[in-house]
């Protein structure tokens, strides 16, 4: 009986060391989880300094510049513009990101590899280049302090200094610059202020 004691008691520590182990490893998930979204909203938060930096450096340089067409006005084409590529929108502007750490300063459009991107207003295109966080990347200015992204993009077939038409194809969707997935993210800015799309664009993504 002695001998069936300790035979139960040496199961019984081999069982609550094992629980023991699987906790430990669980609390090294848990923490290694943490680690990583710490890691992954300092990345964010960089990417996001890395385009603000960009975006007042085209804003010094472009200063001033206007359209010299007889086109209406950027400013009085609000709810009016077309989306740039057809697709739902999965993540809206002003939305929850990285656990409620950050907001969308744009919306992100569920879109097909290789689709069509177009450009929503006439303008001449102020970057098209890969930047860190955003994939191929293309900022058009539109006059009156109005500028659009278009980020994560396969292809651009337009370069800085090319002046664009309103619905002319820019880009191509893809998933440059880190996404999981194809889509287009896609921002409208006023003054270097991001603004919500979903409020200049007809509502028919």
């Known amino acids: 009986q002695l001998n069936q004691y300790h035979q139960y008691l040496k199961q019984r520590y081999a069982q609550l060391a094992d629980k023991q182990q699987q906790r430990q490893k669980t609390l090294a998930r848990l ?37 010299q067409d007889n086109s209406q006005p950027f ?7 077309p989306w740039p590529t057809k697709g739902a929108i999965v993540h809206s502007f002003g939305s929850s990101r990285s656990a409620g750490k950050m907001k969308w300063n744009g919306v992100m459009i569920n879109a097909s590899q290789g689709a069509e991107v177009t450009a929503i207003h006439r303008g001449q295109v102020v970057f098209a280049d890969y930047l860190r966080g955003h994939g191929l990347l293309m900022i058009v200015d539109h006059g009156d302090n109005y500028m659009s992204l278009y ?5 651009l077939y337009k370069t800085t200094g090319d002046r664009v038409k309103a619905g002319e194809v820019i880009a191509n969707v893809g998933n440059s610059g880190g996404l999981a997935r194809a889509g287009l993210y896609f921002e409208i800015r006023f003054r270097g202020q991001p603004t919500n799309p979903a409020k200049w664009c007809r509502n028919n993504s």
């Open 75 to 81: 400013a009085k084409l609000r709810g009016k513009l």
């Open 31 to 67: 923490n290694a989880s943490i680690n990583n979204k710490d890691q992954q909203l300092k990345q964010l938060a960089q990417d996001r300094a890395h385009l603000e930096h960009l975006l007042q450096e085209v804003i010094e340089v472009t200063a001033g510049w206007q359209p």
């Open 151 to 155: 980020a994560h993009n396969q292809a």
